[in-house]
Nanobody, 115 residues
Framework: QVQLVESGGGLVQPGGSLRVSCAAS????????MNWYRQAPGNQRELVAT???????NYVDSVKGRFTISRDNAKNTVSLQMDSLKPEDTAVYYC?????????WGQGTQVTVSS
């Protein structure tokens, strides 16, 4: 059974930093394209960052230069380091894994940026 478990969300002030992580079981993250999505109330789910099985990374324009996605093959985890956070980054952040026709979602972790 595949499980993706996010952790590390919370409340942070504007300009602050937060790191969310995704611990995977049942899959090997290095074989999958791993994504972080986010969804704010009233908005559609948005792809924020990707690290491919080959190690390439991509980001949505609104987070370029502020967010960094990384993978730890030994721990079978994927993380998203978020710096210079803005109130508009407030959302539930979801870990997602995809490979060929298979894809899996985590349950999400809330990130709130507010003073």
């Amino acid at each position: 059974q595949v499980q993706l478990v996010e952790s590390g969300g919370g409340l942070v002030q504007p300009g602050g930093s937060l790191r969310v992580s995704c611990a995977a079981s049942g899959i090997i993250v290095s074989l999958y394209d791993m994504n972080w999505y986010r969804q704010a109330p009233g908005n559609q789910r948005e792809l924020v960052a990707t690290i491919t099985s080959g190690g390439s990374t991509n980001y949505v324009d609104s987070v370029k230069g502020r967010f960094t996605i990384s993978r730890d093959n030994a721990k079978n985890t994927v993380s998203l380091q978020m710096d210079s956070l803005k109130p508009e980054d407030t959302a539930v952040y979801y870990c997602h894994a995809e490979r060929y026709l298979r894809n899996y979602w985590g349950q999400g972790t809330q990130v709130t940026v507010s003073s």
